[in-house]
């Protein structure tokens, strides 16, 4: 069984900044791509940025220069550092790991259970 554990959402004014936290735990063997999504109220999910395991991101557009993903592979961890937020970058942020557990020789995505951003203007 593999968990993620999403930590370091809130409310901030624009301008501000924010980092989020993506933990993988449990019968976790390897961890493959890490991406960060957004859903805002009304609308889709869709992606914000994501990263190989080789450390390889790629941006949506309008966070390019913005947010910056890392990752700690030693800890199965993803990271989204958000800075110069705006009110449009309000929404409910989920991390998504393609995990390959130690239980199974499959690759399967897990996602987190979606943290809150809320940016004030």
């Known amino acids: 069984q593999v968990q993620l554990v999403e930590s370091g959402g809130g409310l901030v004014q624009a301008g501000g900044s924010l980092r989020l936290s993506c933990a993988a735990s449990?019968?976790?063997?390897?961890?493959?791509?890490m991406g960060w999504y957004r859903q805002a109220p009304g609308k889709q999910r869709e992606s914000v940025a994501r990263?190989?395991?080789?450390?390889?991101?790629d941006y949506k557009e309008s966070v390019k220069g913005r947010f910056t993903i890392s990752r700690d592979n030693a800890k199965n961890t993803v990271y989204l550092q958000m800075n110069s937020l705006s009110p449009e970058d309000t929404a409910v942020y989920y991390c998504k790991l393609e995990v390959m557990s130690s239980s199974s020789p499959y690759v399967r995505d897990y996602w987190g259970q979606g943290t809150q951003v809320t940016v004030s203007s």
């Open positions: 449990g019968s976790v063997f390897s961890v493959y791509v």
């Open positions: 990263i190989t395991s080789g450390g390889s991101t």
